[in-house]
């Protein structure tokens, strides 16, 4: 029913910058809630980026000023631009889908923020 693949990931120095694409297999794209988590080893996967249905966008204060969600319709592809990288945002990066309460998710993706 939906099929999330995730690119962009990598190896980055801090201050640097990285974007996220994920790519959607959805009949329709705009009906979704879609957004992006992260989970550090150790740590709660968490909410860095989200985007409603209708468009509009919010951020964990974490990542405010730094990161933004955006999407393509015609593509069907949602990205997460990451500027200004800290080490702190060194995490597997998840892209999610939610439509009815029901999350899909990719298959994640290795961020890793080091000189």
């Known amino acids: 029913q939906v099929h999330l693949v995730e690119s962009g990931g990598g190896l980055v120095q801090p201050g640097g910058s990285l974007r996220l694409s994920c790519a959607a297999t959805v009949r329709i794209f705009t009906i979704y809630a879609m957004g992006w988590h992260r989970q550090a080893p150790g740590k709660e996967r968490e909410l860095v980026a989200a985007m409603t249905s209708a468009g509009s966008t919010n951020y964990a204060d974490s990542v405010k000023d730094r990161f933004t969600i955006s999407r393509d319709s015609t593509k069907r592809t949602v990205y997460l631009q990451m500027n200004s990288l800290k080490p702190e945002d060194t995490a597997v990066y998840y892209c999610?889908?939610?439509?009815?309460?029901?999350?899909?998710w990719g298959q994640g993706t290795q961020v890793t923020v080091s000189s």
């Open positions: 999610n889908f939610n439509r009815s309460g029901y999350d899909y």
